[in-house]
């Protein structure tokens, strides 16, 4: 098998995480210390190369236009002079296609480029900083459209790329600290055109006047942002909002200490359904409030993380519980379930066993309180008291969920969604740090020294996990399966991804398209 390629960032000292795949899968974007390289993914020749402004501020975000996002307009130095706005600069911009355009926000400036101009494209200026520093910043609508989020959350300030004028400003968004934050407190409903290309629909923002929440669905009309509807939903602190996957329906979720609390409603503000503690026969399923919340790709279930071991899933058609997911302590093996644990030997090697005789999850005691991630030389910390799923991830095919519980953060707990089965268990070295699917392929990273280098897998099709080590040659990195899988009971080795040419296949459309983005990113 040939193996697929990817690029070992450089991480500045300001940033978390300097690699960005574009949504499409074709160019992936890295900030060194001084620029933005642009290289494609099929072969990693260099693009084209940004200089990034040697004074600059705290970095912020960094991230391309959204593949549902387009533009097919300019506007000329001279247009910009001519309207007078100073807080504005622009050269020439030229058409672009989809995802071909870059933001690179700090906290005075937001830098966009584009890879099919090599020029300078344009800088948003904060100005005097009157509403506090920039703290978050994406694209719009489209990708002539530029939000800033600021410090002291007073407004969102949209800006047109086209004219280089402000074209609106959002008033009193709920979330606005950080961009953890704004992506739980706005959501952009994804729509079809009559083409069946996917598109961005009505923008959901959750504001908060006095002490009523409201939220408000804007339309962009290009040269302005229209009010499409607001109401007040029957809720006390709402703690998010998110758009399904289909846009036919809105999920808003209260705060923990509200009780629990979510509501299910349309773009119309028509109430579907009311999910609160009455929904729950006892005290240990209700537990605190909801956490989190997940749809499926396919907008078939709703899955509700309460701060407690239990994942609520609703089937859509009703909005009715389907069942409660307990993710266990004891874990045995069944069957119809296997317990997989990473095992490292003296000489760094590691693998995966299969285990055979009934085991319990680590818990946050018997794990290090703080891991450090060597690659992005940050810290995660999750201190004894946090509850509840933190990682909901489902798979396209909307058939298996990923769960990890923050009280056992180094196990990873698979479903089948057909008939609700815990199947997998992946018990972790050291703490899991991200989840997702290609396909129905799972890739998963982890935090710690011991795990630099390595992207966990678990393949649907053999039920087995395994394991890619990075390995960088000349400054390109190269992703190769290692290791193999040793069953307790006879010790023979099992390969970790399966045998076969479609196996090989599959591994090269994983690293070389759209999941390359959480291995660059992870």
């Known amino acids: 098998m040939e193996s697929s390629k990817i690029i070992r960032p450089h991480i500045p000292s300001t940033a978390s995480s300097s690699c960005r795949l574009s949504p499409d899968g074709s160019h992936v974007a890295t900030v060194r210390s001084s620029r933005i390289e642009v290289r494609r993914v099929s072969d990693l020749d260099l693009v084209c190369t940004f200089t990034l402004p040697v004074r600059r501020s705290k970095f912020i975000c960094f991230g391309w236009a959204s593949a549902t996002t387009s533009s097919s307009s300019a506007v000329s130095s001279s247009d910009h002079e001519a309207n007078g706005n100073d807080s504005f600069v622009s050269e020439t911009i030229p058409p672009s296609s989809l995802t071909t355009r870059i933001l690179y926000a700090t906290t005075d400036h937001v830098y966009i480029y584009d890879i099919t101009a090599p020029a300078f494209l344009g800088v948003i200026d904060n100005g005097s900083g009157g509403l506090g520093p920039i703290s978050y910043a994406d694209f719009g609508f489209d990708d002539t459209e530029v939000m800033v989020w600021t410090a002291l959350g007073a407004s969102i300030c949209v800006w047109s790329l086209e004219t280089g004028r402000m074209i609106s400003e959002l008033k009193d968004p709920k979330h606005f600290i950080s961009g953890a934050a704004v992506a739980k407190g ?67 979720w209260d705060a923990a200490s509200m009780g629990f609390n979510v509501l299910i409603a ?103 309180a703080i891991a450090t991630n060597t690659i992005s030389s940050t810290t995660t910390t999750i201190p004894p008291i946090q509850r509840g799923a933190s990682i909901l991830s489902f798979s396209p095919s909307s058939r298996y969920l990923a769960t990890r519980d923050d009280s056992h953060p180094t196990t990873l707990y698979i479903w089948n969604m057909r008939n609700h089965e815990l199947i997998a268990v992946l018990i972790q070295h050291s703490i899991i740090k991200s989840v997702s699917w290609s396909k129905d392929l799972l890739l998963m990273t982890c935090d710690g020294k011991d795990s630099e280098g390595l992207v966990y897998t678990w393949d649907s099709l053999t039920e087995q996990p395994g394991m890619l080590q990075v390995h960088s040659v000349n400054g390109v990195s190269f992703v190769v399966p290692v290791g193999g899988e040793q069953d307790e009971q006879n010790g023979h080795g099992t390969p970790h991804i399966g045998d076969g040419e479609a196996t090989a296949t599959g591994l090269e459309d994983t690293f070389q398209n759209v999941r390359l983005r959480d291995v660059v990113e992870g």
């Open 186 to 252: 706005c959501s952009w409903r994804t729509t079809t055109d009559d083409f069946g290309n996917a598109t961005r629909g009505p923008f959901a923002l959750l504001t908060r006047v006095g002490a009523q929440d409201v939220i408000t669905l804007w339309h962009s009309t290009g040269n302005s942002y229209e009010k499409l509807n607001s109401w007040e939903p029957k809720i006390i602190d709402a703690q998010g909002i998110k758009w399904s996957p289909t846009g036919k329906w809105l999920v808003i």
């Open 266 to 368: 349309t773009a119309e503000a028509r109430l579907l359904r009311t999910y609160s503690s009455d929904f729950y026969w006892s005290e240990e399923l209700r537990g605190l409030g909801a956490r989190m919340v997940e749809c499926d790709r396919e907008g078939c279930w709703l899955a509700i993380a309460g701060y407690n071991q239990w994942v609520t899933v609703l089937n859509t058609n009703m909005f009715s519980p389907s069942d409660n997911l307990y993710l266990p302590d004891i874990l045995k093996p069944t069957p119809t379930r296997r317990i997989h644990q990473e095992t490292i030997t003296s000489a760094s090697a590691h693998s995966y066993t299969t285990l055979v005789a009934q085991t319990s999850a680590p818990t946050v005691s018997s794990v290090p």
